[in-house]
């Protein structure tokens, strides 16, 4: 009889999600976009002036089969630097550009899963990995595909956390520090790939009116939210995200980085995702994924088809609920991104 239950239950459903779109969007698409777009800013702790210089500096590159691989660092913030791999098909004609897509990890040992990679940087063959080698399925496809490290994992975890071992990450020791200043992991994440894109803007190989962005879990996170803040994306696939913040987040623990102060006095997670309205949007969810179950991507569906609709583009939402579990599956993705970006 003393459980919080209820108390809980209730906060959700009677003090929260002001600008909901079904609540306060329906009538006026526009307007209520711009309304939420800048308490998603807020909530974030702000989005930081990038106008100081990404200072690029090539690393290292290394040819392989059918494309090139460079590892390229970029300053996104005072004191902070972040690499990242860019892979360019081989074959290109000389003038001919590219269209890019930028490949959001999810959590793990960083960027190297993408790349199909242990964390040794080793192949790794036929062993199991939930991010499917993704960046090496698109560079086949003919994209350029830039791959960030995101913060706190990989190479960019704490120097004290480093030594732990390759599957744990600096996300609750780097995102408490955050909260402290009135920042969020997940705004640090989206600026610094919003700086990717600004970098990958600039080479030649690349058309910077055709960009995507693809992400896993919390890259998926990552891939959504930049989209909803970034109207250079020009397509969206989120793999295993896609949900409500009611049936996965707040249902079962997980990573600080996913909990944005004060945002559900605002919206669901839907609402936000909605945001990338009127440009194209694939949501990619397992059938049978445990963190972001599908009774709750179904509900996120019916919400960002309803955001679609009135923005009078329904036809650029699509979505495959796979017989899988928590993993990039591709069949339909794929496809859908080269319709997209090649046309």
């Not at 860019?86 to 290109?92: A, E, H, N, T």
């Not at 071992?165 to 994440?189: D, E, P, Q, W, Y």
């Not at 700086?195 to 996170?221: F, K, N």
Request: proline share 5%; aromatic share 8%.
């Amino acid at each position: 009889m003393w459980n919080p239950d209820e108390f809980v239950e209730h906060l959700y459903t009677t003090e929260t999600q002001e600008l909901a779109f079904q609540r306060a969007g329906a009538d006026n698409w526009a307007a209520w976009r711009n309304q939420l777009t800048e308490k998603f800013t807020a909530s974030l702790g702000g989005l930081n002036d990038r106008s100081s210089g990404l200072q690029p500096r090539l690393l290292e590159r290394t040819e392989h089969g059918d494309y090139i691989c460079e590892r390229i660092e970029l300053t996104t913030a005072p004191s902070l630097r972040m690499p990242l791999h860019l892979l360019i098909p081989k074959g290109r004609a000389e003038h001919e550009k590219l269209p890019v897509v930028v490949g959001c990890h999810g959590h793990g040992y960083g960027s190297k899963a993408a790349l199909g990679l242990g964390a040794d940087g080793k192949e790794l063959g036929d062993v199991f990995s939930d991010h499917k080698k993704f960046a090496i399925s698109l560079v086949k496809r003919g994209f350029a595909v830039i791959v960030p490290e995101l913060l706190g994992f990989g190479e960019r975890k704490l120097k004290d956390e480093i030594i732990v071992n390759s599957h744990t990450n600096s996300c609750f020791s780097i995102g408490v520090f955050l909260l402290t200043l009135g920042k969020t992991m997940a705004g640090m994440r989206i600026q610094e790939t919003m700086a990717a894109i600004d970098y990958v803007s600039t080479r030649p190989e690349v058309d910077a009116e055709r960009i995507g962005i693809m992400g896993l879990s919390g890259g998926g996170l990552v891939a959504s939210f930049t989209s909803a803040l970034d109207q250079r994306i020009k397509a969206t696939v989120v793999c295993c995200y896609t949900n409500t913040f009611r049936d996965s987040i707040l249902h079962s623990r997980h990573c600080i980085d996913n909990y944005i102060p004060g945002i559900l006095r605002y919206a669901e997670m839907p609402d936000l995702i909605g945001l990338i309205a009127p440009r194209p949007l694939f949501v990619e969810a397992g059938h049978d994924d445990p963190l972001f179950p599908v009774h709750g991507t179904e509900k996120a569906i019916a919400t960002l088809s309803c955001i679609y609709r009135a923005a009078d583009a329904g036809k650029n939402l699509d979505f495959h609920i796979f017989p899988g579990v928590h993993e990039v599956w591709g069949e339909r993705a794929y496809p859908w991104l080269e319709r997209q970006l090649k046309a």
